[in-house]
C-alpha cells in the first residue's frame, strides 16, 4: 500500500468517535462470524465468507439488533428481513421519517471484511458516539441492514433494497434459490433453498411490509470502501460520492450440438463452448474500445461464471453459459455497449454455426445522488479532511468528488428519497477478495464525515 | 441420413446371424436399462444416460451374464468389473486362450444406443448364432464387457481395459471418484463415490486379478461405430479399422486475481477467465493449423470441461479451469501439438499477468492393429461387403481401411496381444449424443462381418 497521506486538517466541531472501538467491531464480528480464507499471521489477515442469510448472517444480525437495542434503538425486521433500528429524536412529530445511515453485512464467498460491514459498523458506532455524548438529533436517526446486497448466495444483486423500492418483486425475491456452488456448501446440492425458506429457518421473516412506504426515509446515508484504485493512487482520504454507474447483468446461453471430440472434424463442428469463449473474449474487446474512446477511460464488461453441458472431456459441448457484467456511468454509453457485445455474438453465432439467446438478469440504470446529501458529505468532509500531504510532499486537497463503480443499496434508495455515499481508501483498489483492506485511520476518518454528515442534514429539517 | 448405398455381393460361406434379434436386443435393453433425452415419437427415439457402476450398469450387466451362461459360456468377473464370457471351443489344452468379441456396455451422461452397446451385442449374437448353428471353435471363443470405457462418471477413459493391460493402476482406478455433476446426479454432492464403492456396491468387484496375464487373449475383435462421418460421406458399409490416433487430456489451470468487476480498471485485471477463453480460441487455432498442414486434415483440439471460481456474476474470477483434449494419429505431430499449445498458452498467460498450470490426465499413444486381425477383419468383410452402389448411382468399393478418431478398449489389448476394429456407419458422423445412430442394416452387416472375422482367425489357428 502506498504510505498514508498525512490529513493537515485540525477538526471541528462534530463529536469525535471511539475509532478504536470502530475498528474492534469490525474484527470482532468479522472473527467470530464467517472469517475465511486466512492469508496473513496477524489474526485480522483473513477474508470473509458471510453469505446471505447463513448461519454466520443470523448470528451477526441479531448481535446488532443486541447492539442497537442497548442504545434505545427500536428495531424493525421487514419481509426480505432488513433491519431497521431507529433512535427518536427531539421532534414529536410521529410522521418524522428517520433520517438513516446504512450498509450490508453478508459478503461474496472469497469476500473481505470491509465491503458493507464498515457502513453498518460505522453507523454503529455513530448511534454509540450519539447515545454517549447524549446527542439529541431533532428527528429520528436510524441504521439499516439491508439482506442480500452482495447478490452472492442469492443471485440477486442489492435484493432487499431492491424490493424496498418496488425495483423488484416481493416473490421474485422470496423464490430466488441459492446458486448451485452455494447449495453444494450448505448441503442443499438436491434441494436449493430459497431466500424465503432461508428467512424463514433463521428467524428473520418479518411481518412488516418490504416496501419503501411502509418505512420511509428522511434520507440515507452509506459509507463504503472504494472498491477501485483512485482514492489511493491519488492518495486522498475521501471521496464525496455523486452517483453511481449503471449497469446491466444478462446470461449467455450458446446452443451447439454435442459430438465426439476424437472423431468429428473441425470442420463439421457446431462447438458451443469455443464460441462461449470467443464470445466472452470479443466482450472484453468491447469494453476495451468503449474505455478508449473517453478520457475518464469509463465502460467495462466482466465474464464471471461459465459452464458447459455435458461437461466430459471428450464430448464437444453442446451448450455453453456464461454471465456479462456491464457497466458505464451514462445510459446511453451503457445501452452502446450492451448493443455492440449482441452484434458481436450474434456474429460468433452465425460464424461457428451455433444459437445464441440473452437473458436480462438485472438492468439498473446510473443513479445521481440527491443534491443535498451530496452537500452535507462535501460539509463533513470538508470539515474533516482538509489538504493532505503526499508521500511525494505535494500538498493537495485531501479528498476527490468521485462515481461508484458499483451498485449499492443506496442507488436503490436513491430513487424515492435523497441519498448519497462516502468512499474510503481501498487498498491496491481489491475487493471481493479476501484481501480486501481498508487502513484503521482511513475506516475512522469516513465513520467521522458519515456522522458528520447525518447530523448536519438533520439539524437542517425542519420539524 | 444420406440413403443406404445397395451392396451388390451375395452372401458367401459365414453362417448368417439373426439380424431381427441382434436390433431387438439394443432396442429392449436400451429401454429397460438408462434410456433417456428422447427426441422423436418411436420408441427407440431416445439416448441414453447408463453411466458406468450405476443401477441400470448393473442390471444390464446381471442380464448379460445370464444370456451367455446359457449359451454354455463361463463367466468371469475380475477386480475392475470386467466381464469376460467364454466359450469353450474342440482344443482340449488348457492353456488355449480365447479368441474375444468386445467393446462396453456403459454410456455418456447424454449418450446414444450404439456407442459401445452394438459391439457387445453384436458379440453376444455371434455367440447365440454359433450355438444355434452348433458351430465348433478350434479354440474358446470369448465376449468381454469392458468397464467403464466412456470414463463419463468416473473421469478416466477406457479405464477397466487400462488396469488389465497395466497402463493404469489397480489403485488409481479404484480410488477415481465420480465427477461433481455425476455426484449430484446420485445424491452423492457430499460425499461422491469412488469406482471400488460402486463395484462393491452393485456386487461386481470381482476377486479374479485384473490383469492380461490373468486372462489373456488369442485376438480380440471389437466391432464399433465410426463415430465419424467419413463411411457416411463416402458411402461405405464397413470400414477396416487400421489403428486409432493417439490422444492426450490436459487440466489446464488459470490463477490470475479476483476483484470487483464494477470498480476494477480493464489495465489492472488479472483476469483469469478471459485469459482461459482467450486459451480456448487459441487451442482451436493450433488445431486449424495443424489440420491444414497435412492433406488428411488429421489433428483435432477440444475443450469439454470448464469453470471459473468464486463464481459470481460480478467479481473478476481468480481462477479458471479447463480440459484439453488433442488427437492425432501421429505421435510425433500430437507431441508438436501439444508443444504448440503450451507455448501459446505461456504468451497469453504473460500477457494477461497470470499464471498457468497443466496436468496430463491422461496420454494415449497411437494405436496400430495386429496384421492378423486387420486380414480377418478385411478377409470377412470382402465376403460381407463387395461393391457398393451409391445414391448418385456410382459403383464402388463397398468398404475403406480406415483409422479411427477416438481412443477403445481395444488399443489397450493391443498392447499385449493382437487386435483390431470393424466400423460402422454413423448418422452425420455423431455419437456421444442422443441421436446417435447406425441403421439396422448397418449394424447388421457389421455384426456379421464381426463373426466372419472371428472364425477365419480361429480356424487359422494352430491347436
Known sequence: MTSSPTNTRQYGTT??????????????TCEAWGQAHRYGEHHTETGMARLALDDNDAQ????????????????????????FAVRPGKSSDPNAAPVYMGSHLDTQATGGRYDGILGVLAGLEALRTIQEQGIETKGPVGLVNWTNEEGARFPLITMASGVWAGVTPLETAWNTQETPAAAAIYGNADKPATVKEELERIGFLGDTPATHTAMPMAAHFELHIEQGPILEAEQRKIGVVEGAQGYAWYEVTVRGKDAHAGTTPLHTRKDALLAAAQMIVA??????????????????????????MPGTPNTIPHTASFTLDVRHPSSERLAAMVSALKKEYTAIAEKSGVEVDWVCLSDNAPAVFHPDCVAAVQEATDEEVGTVTTSDGITQQGWRRIWSGAGHDSC????HYPASMIFTVTKDGLSHTPVEYCSPEDCIVGAQVLLGAVLRFDAKREL
Open 15 to 28: 463529536p469525535r468517535i471511539n475509532g478504536q472501538r470502530l475498528i474492534d467491531s469490525i474484527h470482532t
Open 60 to 83: 451477526v444480525r441479531r448481535w446488532f439488533a443486541e447492539q442497537v437495542t442497548a442504545l434505545g434503538c427500536t428495531v424493525t425486521v421487514d419481509q426480505v428481513g432488513n433491519q
Open 283 to 308: 466482450g472484453n474487446g468491447v469494453a476495451h474500445a468503449e474505455s478508449a474512446s473517453t478520457p475518464e477511460k469509463k465502460g467495462v464488461v466482466t465474464t464471471g461464471v461459465v459452464s458447459a
Open 412 to 415: 436503490n434508495v436513491n430513487k
